[in-house]
């Protein structure tokens, strides 16, 4: 036998010591790298509550800790809310933990937003706005936040960035234009909302804007032109009517002032900037939040598209599977899609499941008129009484329900009685002489048809119903419109 | 895989030497002066809690339980009153729940100030309304010299006659006042000058049971409706006082039945100078009234054509607290209302009768857009001839923040200040800043040492006393204005203080703010004029009486028809 190594066992003894030191190296790097991987947060569980609705469930310190190693700021208690945004908002900070883009970030500020807790969607959006100022949404959102919470210094200057980068869109200007009229600037005011009609042709929220810009100047005519345009381009906006009215009342014209109120009134009203906002929508349907999916059946129902409102009150349904609301309205839905026995059988389960809830015995009320049901929508109207003896809606359906079964009488009675309850709801005015003429008691619709023309003389349907009146010849002196 | 795991070593690497995303924030944020908490105030508190150390225990119940009606957010009202007459401040709490299903109600509360401690004396008062009941105002209606109290309700009002013996009947009915109905704020003037109180009296939204619904905060969870959702707002009530102990409902007679609103606060004033008190009406996300007295009985609403009908936008704002005060020193009374997270606080100018809204001119949108406000109380703190104000907030829907705290709903108390014609957040380090979910508040000297006190009223929680701990130095006047019975406070009476070039104008009108009723006596901080050169009392009558050479730092009684005297 030789005294030296062959030459495969030497290779394999090199080939050892390589593997052997590679994996040393190996793994003194590998340890302080793995160390540096980032901590995922912990998983959302969806707790179902006795209600229907669906929470989220998160270990909250587990949560911050992950955020606090992520660097990202310091996450709110998400218990106990809905469990679809909270589950977006974790995976939104989780991409931010694997991928460190800037619009997780941002996507987690609409999610806060959406949600209502300010400080964290204002931190979320001033990160994303540091971390990535092109395109600017993060840095107008952050102006956003800041604008709402009376951080009138800080909006002015993101909004002004934002403006300077993005100067296409309208509602920068806005609200611009908003927090330089609340600091007194009329002038800039004035240069704002102009550029924000510019931008936005038509905008109620710009003619509102120059109005009041004119208003707060002492220039009540100038005003009183603006808010001539507002109303002309947006008939339903409320405020533009009011404030038309105000226009009018300081420069004399009393009466024209006391109609355009007239007009505010009934106007649904909205708060805020949402209405003109199209990102604060945005930031809701990131989050997925319910109010995105009401906001989707308005938008849906007011364009005139049921089989989009049919989807978003499903989903809604789904999140909110006891609310009496969702069922009728998805109910009603149904019925006018054609859905008829769904309409009926739904709704039908709401009452039995709400027996004390005025919307349902309302909308069984109102899907069984559209299917002809009579009786059972006389039943319905009598329980809605029952429940709230002075319910308008109930004496009033009640009353067409009556006058379709050829309960003439009585269907004036109950229409009467409706308005006895609301004497200012001028429709019932003219449902009331409507009932009365096909009864043939013309004499009777006759003053009921005047007094809806003295309170609005270019009622058309009034008009047309006092030719008719009067063409059958009432024998009764002739009145003026009022 | 070399390549694989350098590059994995090199990003994780880079970032753990990136900074973190909230420090990044909280640099950018700072960048642009953007700054989230109120500057504290230097030097000590301005108002202790001394609640629990005045033995005052009183813990409101609203009722909440699942259903989120309407009213469990309304919350109840406090009085500052002397009802034993014996010249210091007692203590009135209006009770809460059940609003609807069956348990024993809660019962309001009655207070005896002894020497700065405070006993229930409840019971042997017969002062124990059972709730609900939501406003509280305070005066002498019967012109006997005792103070009464008149409570709403959700449902039957109550008007309790003191006996003049510490005890109280319930003569609701008798008197004819006892309208069913959601009361709310409610104000004792006198609309035909016939020196008999007569009683305005707000409805909020006409609720019942039925008619409630289910609506839902932003984060998916249960929460309170907003009122327009009910689309049931009120006619308001009117009583004529007849001068017999019985009041006649003159609402339809006088006009009140024209318009319907979710009234919530009244301001009885005489806003236009023609002799007659006028009343505005805060209501809430309906249109305000400005009832003008046309002095044949009737009223107007001609707040619209006044510019005070809605904020400068167009807005119904949520108006709930209301105070009338000269805050321009322009000799007229101006109103401030307190309004609900999102939108402004509204401060209205008043220009001989017209209105302007310069809520953003004084500064109120930079300390009020984050808070839901509701009691008011506007006084001077710290005597320095400038007034303060103290707001009791609290939300009406969810605060996500606040969600997994002690209340969902519970908010920052806050004490501002006017400061070079603007209004400025004076609340931290004031003592007044707590966290509460807040609602009525009264105002007036419990201690008797000059300053003016609060007492603030909670929904569904404690009721506290906060001492107004005022520094020493500037000098103070408080004026008791009485009726020529000696007794009766004289409500409407205007007092005009002039010390050097500066004047200050205020009114006895202590039914203001939120569902409250505070002390009486006007007080005046008068900074360091040590005498008063001339005192002014404008009677309700439109008789006038003046003194001069008036010393400081006193309480001054002055009776009408009689030389004043000082009270020890």
């Keep these: 036998m030789s005294g030296s190594c062959s030459p495969s066992l030497a290779l394999d003894a090199v080939s050892i010591g390589v593997i052997a030191v590679g994996s040393a190296i190996l793994m003194g790097w590998w340890i302080p790298v793995a160390s540096l991987q980032p901590t995922l947060m912990p998983p959302v569980n969806v707790v179902t509550a006795s209600d229907g609705l669906r929470h989220a469930e998160v270990d909250h310190a587990a949560l911050k800790g992950a955020c606090a190693a992520a660097g990202l700021p310091q996450p709110p208690d998400v218990n106990r809310i809905d469990a679809v945004p909270v589950d977006r908002l974790v995976t939104a900070m989780n991409d931010w933990v694997q991928e460190r883009e800037p619009a997780a970030l941002g996507r987690m500020g609409q999610i806060y937003l959406a949600l209502g807790f300010d400080a964290p969607a204002l931190e979320c959006f001033a990160a994303a706005a540091s971390l990535e100022p092109e395109p600017t949404l993060w840095t107008y959102m952050a102006g956003v936040c800041c604008q709402s919470l009376g951080q009138h210094e800080a909006a002015q200057t993101l909004l002004e960035r934002a403006r ?3 100067p296409s869109y309208p509602t920068t200007f806005a609200r611009l234009a908003t927090l330089a009229l609340e600091e007194g600037e009329l002038e800039r005011a004035g240069r704002l909302f102009g550029a924000h009609i510019e931008r936005q042709p038509g905008s109620v929220l710009g003619y509102n804007g120059m109005g009041q810009v004119a208003l707060a100047g002492g220039n009540a005519r100038d005003a009183e032109k603006w808010f001539e345009r507002a109303v002309a381009a947006s008939p339903d906006d409320f405020r533009a009517w009011r404030l038309y009215s105000r226009a009018l009342a300081l420069n004399g014209n009393t009466d024209g002032s006391r109609q355009a109120l007239a007009r505010a009134a009934g106007l649904t009203q909205y708060e805020g900037w949402a209405a003109f906002d199209e990102r604060l929508g945005q930031a809701h349907e990131v989050a997925a939040t319910q109010s995105s999916l009401e906001e989707a059946v308005r938008r849906a129902l007011g364009d005139r598209d049921p089989s989009r409102a049919m989807a978003a009150l499903e989903v809604l349904h789904e999140r909110r599977p006891q609310d009496i609301a969702t069922i009728g309205n998805l109910a009603l839905v149904y ?24 919307l349902a015995h309302e909308r069984l009320a109102d899907i069984a008129i559209l299917q002809q049901r ?38 004036i009675a109950s229409v009467t009685r409706a308005l006895e309850l609301a004497p200012e709801r001028g429709d019932l005015r003219i449902l009331l002489a409507t009932l009365l003429l096909h009864a043939g008691r013309a004499a009777e619709a006759e003053p009921i048809v005047l007094d809806v023309l003295k309170r609005d003389a270019g009622n058309q349907q009034a008009k047309a119903m006092l030719e008719s009146i009067r063409a059958q010849g009432s024998g009764k002196p002739t009145y003026g419109p009022g | 895989m070399l390549v694989a795991l350098g590059w994995q070593m090199t990003r994780a690497y880079s970032r753990a030497n990136e900074p973190p995303a909230r420090q990044v924030a909280a640099e950018f944020l700072d960048s642009v002066g953007c700054s989230m908490t109120p500057p504290a105030t230097s030097g000590p508190p301005a108002f202790t809690d001394i609640t629990l150390e005045a033995g005052l225990n009183f813990v409101h119940d609203n009722d909440a339980n699942g259903r989120f009606a309407l009213p469990e957010i309304i919350g109840s009202g406090c009085a500052l009153l002397d009802y034993d007459g014996d010249d210091d401040l007692d203590i009135f709490l209006a009770a809460g729940g059940p609003i609807t299903g069956e348990r024993t109600p809660q019962r309001c509360a009655l207070y005896r100030n002894e020497a700065g401690r405070f006993s229930d004396v409840t019971d042997a008062s017969r002062a124990g309304v059972p709730g609900p009941a ?14 009464d109290i008149f409570i709403t309700c959700l449902g039957p009002d109550v008007l309790l006659h003191n006996n003049g013996n510490g005890t109280f009947d319930d003569v609701s009915d008798v008197a004819g006042v006892a309208d069913p109905g959601f ?3 409610a104000t004792f003037f006198d609309f035909d000058r016939d020196g008999w109180l007569d009683l305005y009296v707000c409805r909020y939204v006409d609720w019942r049971p039925a008619i409630e619904q289910s609506c839902f905060a932003p984060v998916g969870l249960r929460d309170y409706c907003h009122p327009t959702t009910y689309e049931a707002p009120s006619v308001h009530r009117l009583y004529h006082n007849r001068g017999d102990g019985t009041f ?25 100078g023609d002799g007659r008190v006028d009343l505005y009406v805060a209501n809430d996300a309906t249109p305000a009234f400005l009832w003008h007295n046309m002095g044949d009985g009737r009223f107007e609403n001609v707040a619209d054509n006044r510019g005070c009908a809605y904020d400068c936008r167009g807005i119904a704002i949520a108006g709930m607290g209301v105070a009338c005060e000269d805050f321009d020193a322009d000799g007229d009374f101006d109103l401030m209302v307190t309004n609900i997270r999102g939108q402004s ?10 209105f302007s809204d310069i809520s953003s001119a004084m500064g109120a949108p930079r300390w009020s857009l984050s808070r839901t406000g509701f009691g008011i109380c506007v006084f001077d703190q710290d005597l320095d001839g400038s007034l303060d104000a103290f707001i009791a907030n609290g939300a009406v829907n969810l605060s996500p923040a606040a969600l997994h705290g002690e209340s969902p709903y519970a908010e920052p108390q806050q004490f501002v200040r006017f400061d070079d014609g603007r209004l400025v957040d004076a609340s931290g380090g004031s003592g007044a800043d707590f966290v509460d979910v807040g609602r ?75 569902l409250s009723s505070s002390d009486p006596r006007v007080h005046f901080g008068l900074g360091n004029a040590m005498v008063v050169d001339r005192l002014i009392v404008r009677w309700p009558d439109g008789s006038r009486a003046e003194r001069t050479d008036v010393a400081t730092n006193q309480v001054l009684r002055v009776v009408q028809d009689l030389p004043a005297e000082v009270v020890p």
């Design chain 1, 164 to 166: 300077t980068r993005e």
């Design chain 1, 335 to 358: 019925q006018r899609a054609g859905r008829h026995a769904e309409a009926m059988t739904m709704i039908r389960d709401g009452c039995a499941t709400h027996p004390d809830s005025i």
């Design chain 1, 374 to 411: 009579f009786d059972e929508a006389l039943a319905a109207t009598e329980t809605l009484i029952r429940l709230d003896p002075r319910s308008v809606r109930g004496h009033e359906l009640r009353g067409r329900v009556q006058y379709a079964l050829n309960r003439q009488d009585e269907g």
């Design chain 2, 134 to 147: 939501y406003g509280v105002t305070c005066a002498d209606y019967d012109r006997d010299g005792d103070v």
């Design chain 2, 183 to 185: 009361g709310t704020g």
């Design chain 2, 248 to 272: 006649e409902d003159v609402t339809e007679a006088a006009g009140i039945s024209a318009a319907r609103g979710n009234g919530l606060g009244a301001a009885a004033e005489d806003f236009d």
């Design chain 2, 345 to 354: 606080h509204l401060l209205l100018e008043n220009n001989a009768g017209a």
């Design chain 2, 440 to 514: 009525g508040a009264a105002s007036g000297d419990i201690d008797g040492d000059g300053d003016v006190d609060l007492l603030a009223s909670s929904n569904n929680g404690r009721a506290r006393l906060l001492r107004n701990d005022a520094p020493v130095g500037n000098h103070w006047l408080m004026v008791d204005a009485r009726l020529s019975n000696g007794l009766t406070s004289a409500i409407g009476a205007e007092i005009e203080a002039h010390a050097g070039d500066r004047v200050w104008h205020r009114i006895v009108r202590p039914n203001i703010g939120y």
